[in-house]
């Protein structure tokens, strides 16, 4: 496996991985790689940012436990793969961002599935409650919170 998909932004995995077709043992090491070059590139203080790598944990990670799920559930309790894969990038980007609007606006724009708004709706505030239960903090930081 060539280091491609780890080094760069990430859209073309991401895009597979809507597009389905990707068994989960490829994607778990894909997604395990990109974390730790992620947690690499941003604790070695490298410029670069979190916002892509928060798409691509997301949609790999929805499209993993999709896939697992369907191991051990009927098909039809789990559902396709690419959906779980949109509302795992929209969960995952509320997390880190602390934005639910941006994040369901923004991956709903991007993946042009308008019809998944209420899925991802539910997923946003899910993730945006379990984070901000457990103290996390937007990873942007929140410029109001800093003056205090």
Known sequence: ????PVWRNGYSVVSSVLQGGHLWQWIV???LTKIVATALSSGSGAIGGVFTPSLFVGATAGSVLAQLAALALPAAWVGDPRALALIGMAAVLTAVT????MA???VLEMTNQFQMTVPVMLACVVAYAVSTQFGGRPLYGNPIEEQR
């Open 98 to 101: 602390h934005a639910p609007l």
């Open 1 to 4: 496996m060539r280091c491609r």
């Open 29 to 31: 090491v894909v997604m």
């Open 104 to 106: 369901i606006v923004m």
